[in-house]
């Protein structure tokens, strides 16, 4: 079975007993350091949600890290009870 290298490089190819047709392929996890939280992760993604109390406000999360991002700098480092008490001073102050 011909197949080009760029395309071997990407998938896992199992074969059982007939070499002509494979019996499992999968693609290989690309696993990349991420932006924010520094961690190697294969799938990163981010959740943001609107939250209602104490006032209405946007949060985004890092679903490879499980921190939440930093109003200030951006940065994924505020745990979900840091963040709380962060835009309940916030929102005193105003």
Not at 5 to 15: P, T
Not at 49 to 54: I, K
Request: charged share 30%.
């Amino acid at each position: 079975m011909d197949i080009p290298k760029h395309i071997l490089d990407k998938i896992d190819v199992k074969f059982d007993d007939n070499p002509t047709y494979p019996s499992k392929v999968t693609i290989k996890p690309k696993v990349t350091q991420c932006a924010d939280c520094k961690q190697e992760v294969s799938d990163r993604g981010t959740h943001k949600r609107l939250v209602q109390n104490p006032q209405p406000h946007w949060v985004e999360k890092c679903t490879a890290c499980n921190k939440y991002r930093n109003p200030y700098n951006g940065n994924y480092e505020l745990s979900g009870g840091d963040l709380r008490s962060f835009y309940i001073d916030y929102f005193r102050k105003r």
